[in-house]
């Protein structure tokens, strides 16, 4: 039994390209600092006296910076190689840092926030872009799903530290956050010093018919799937402000003790992500998408009814099995719909569909708990994951025009 287990992983790892291997590990290093935004509305509501209202707004302009920095890092990624845009966002984010954690008026953090939202973000698509260009078209799924291994083990360190970091001084997680970025960027800069380790992106010097391909804004089925995306993501940025604040008003929950929280999420990735989407390499992916959907916003939804430790333990295991079924195959279904003189614009819209719930969450998710509490909230949750459900089973039975994956549907 031990060697089929054994067996299992080996194959979930094999033939994933060496670049796919470098991206990840430059991917690893900066999550492993990832310290800032989990603990970002605790830091304003208890430090610097914002409401849990201020807090939202707060994150908000960051979704707001979030939505211009995929458009701008679509644009540039279809223009330059999308490893320049990492590099460069890594930089300039690692110094952000560094800056915000030294400012105290509401107005300075507003804008600093925003301005390091626009360059922190241009990372997500520049990476998505990357990973498409590096990764065999049949093993897309896990070489997407092997980066998001390398963000949650990050993450698996930076916000359990970052909660024992806060509880001593919130200041450290600014520096840790910071420093993390730029050691990033500076690796990736060395691990790619050979051209050709990734596929170039179409110069700029090329005829705009060939830099363009065809608008995504014009595939109804791939803007009907961001939509959806959209919908959960308003899920998942409410652990980054109310999920906080409701592990700490209705548990009781010290900031260390939030921390690993979080942390059983990304353990629980780390160790099964990999294996569980190669195992479903024969699935019709949309009908997973529903499935993942539906219990990442239930596992939320569950949060009110328990009251121990050992409850919220299962309500993450619960939204976790539902985030493995959900962000590796939706971007890998992105990739696969997008041609290669357009990806980076269908990874900036798919982003923007992230960006723009981090503008709505916060302020529709702390508007709902001050106002009706936690409960209604995260019932609320559970209500969308049921729309999500609907909607990615209805887009499984739409006509797809884009080439199957390693998840592709199953014949009918």
Same mark, same amino acid.
């Given at each position: 039994? /031990? ?70 890092? #679509? !644009? ?19 110094? #952000? ?63 359990? %530290? ?18 993390? +970025? ?41 803007? *009907? ?13 409410? %652990? ?16 260390? @003790? ?31 998408? #529903? ?5 990442? +916003? ?22 976790? %099995? ?41 302020? /529709?998710? *702390? !508007? ?6 936690? @409960?209604?909230?995260?019932?609320? +949750? ?6 999500? !459900? ?9 006509? @797809? ?12």
């Amino acid at each position: 039994m /031990l060697r089929s287990i054994a067996a299992s992983y080996r194959e979930a790892y094999s033939g994933i390209t060496r670049p796919v291997w470098l991206l990840s590990i430059a991917t690893l290093v900066n999550r492993s600092g990832t310290m800032v935004l989990p603990f970002l509305a605790l830091y304003l509501n208890e430090e610097l006296g914002f409401t849990p209202a201020e807090a939202g707004q707060t994150l908000a302009l960051y979704g707001l910076g979030g939505m211009a920095a995929s458009f701008l890092a #679509g !644009w540039l990624c279809d223009r330059f190689d999308p490893r320049r845009v990492m590099t460069w966002s890594l930089a300039l984010t690692g110094v #952000g840092f560094l800056v915000v954690g030294h400012l105290r008026g509401r107005l300075a953090i507003s804008l600093a926030v925003m301005v390091l939202s626009v360059v922190g973000e241009a990372f997500r698509p520049a990476n998505s872009a990357a990973l498409a260009a590096a990764s065999d078209p049949a093993k897309r799924v896990r070489s997407f799903a092997l980066n998001r291994l390398a963000v949650n083990l990050g993450m698996t360190l930076g916000p359990a %530290v970052g909660g024992f970091l806060a509880a001593y001084d919130y200041g450290w997680l600014f520096k840790a956050d910071g420093i993390t +970025c730029l050691l990033a960027a500076g690796l990736l800069r060395f691990s790619f010093r050979e051209a050709g380790t990734v596929e170039e992106a179409a110069p700029a010097e090329q005829p705009p018919a060939a830099l363009s391909g065809p608008s995504p804004w014009r595939d109804r089925h791939f803007l *009907t799937l961001l939509v959806l995306i959209f919908l959960i993501a308003t899920v998942v940025f409410q %652990v980054m402000g109310t999920y906080p604040l409701s592990l700490r008003d209705l548990y009781g929950f010290s900031e260390a @003790r939030i921390g690993l929280v979080l942390a059983i999420n990304t353990f629980l990735i780390v160790l099964f992500e990999m294996v569980l989407v190669h195992s479903l390499a024969d699935r019709d992916p949309y009908k997973l998408l #529903g499935v993942g959907g539906f219990l990442f +916003c239930a596992g939320f939804a569950l949060l009110p009814l328990g009251s121990s430790f050992a409850y919220v333990a299962f309500t993450v295991a619960v939204w976790s %099995v539902g985030e493995m079924l959900t962000f590796p195959i939706s971007v890998a279904v992105v990739a696969d719909r997008a041609a290669e003189a357009n990806r980076g614009r269908y990874m900036g819209l798919y982003n923007l569909a992230f960006a723009t719930a981090f503008v709505v969450a916060p302020l /529709l998710g *702390t !508007w709902i708990y001050q106002s009706f509490g936690p @409960r209604a909230l995260w019932y609320g +949750c559970g209500a969308i994951g049921v729309v999500v !459900w609907i909607g990615f089973y209805a887009l499984s039975t739409a006509d @797809r025009s884009s080439p199957g994956s390693e998840i592709t549907p199953r014949a009918a």
